[in-house]
């Protein structure tokens, strides 16, 4: 007897978003790793030092002196706008991809030859040979492939740990 586990959800932005995380930190290693650090480092950081830089061309001495002493303060809050602005982001992307057509109702299929994504309109098959990365986060179980996330919401699930136990243990045996 082959064990089956199936689920069927609408996926909501909070765990699209959960699954983005959770599937990136486990696809995205090493020097691609570093190279977003320091892009997060140069959005933070160096982009509210442009902003200072650029009103001192449109402001007067005095106004200049006081942009001068308050410095430290505004790299703080424009470093947080900028990284809040860099989470919105993430969360568009999230909701876009909760809200499209391919996620209102899907349903999941996982078997030890892999994993069906039905929808109303198409099936989608992928054999776990192919999967990049199984994760499993606060909201989901996620499942990699080329790139592209593919949450199953906990709550769609009646035993979690027991299909993450078994979704694992396939991905193992495959690669």
Do not use: C
Not at 32 to 56: D, E, H, K, Y
Not at 86 to 95: E, F, I, S
């Amino acid at each position: 007897m082959t064990t089956t586990h199936t689920a069927t959800f609408q996926l909501d932005t909070a765990t699209s978003l959960d699954a983005m995380v959770s599937g990136g930190r486990e696809i995205i290693k090493g020097w691609q790793w570093w190279s977003f650090t320091v892009q997060m480092i140069a959005l933070v950081f160096f982009a509210p030092l442009g902003v200072i830089a650029m009103s001192f061309v449109f402001l007067t001495d005095d106004t200049r002196q006081t942009v001068i002493t308050a410095m430290p303060l505004f790299v703080l809050v424009l470093g947080g706008f900028f990284l809040w602005l860099q989470r919105h982001g993430y969360k568009t992307l999230a909701a876009i991809s909760a809200q499209s057509r391919f996620n209102r109702t899907s349903t999941v299929e996982l078997t030890a030859l892999g994993m069906s994504l039905i929808t109303p309109h198409s099936r989608w098959f992928t054999g776990w040979k192919d999967v990049e990365a199984v994760t499993r986060s606060k909201k989901s179980i996620t499942v990699v492939v080329s790139g592209i996330v593919l949450p199953i919401p906990l709550t769609a699930l009646d035993d979690p740990d027991t299909v993450f136990g078994d979704v694992t243990r396939w991905f193992e045996a495959a690669r």
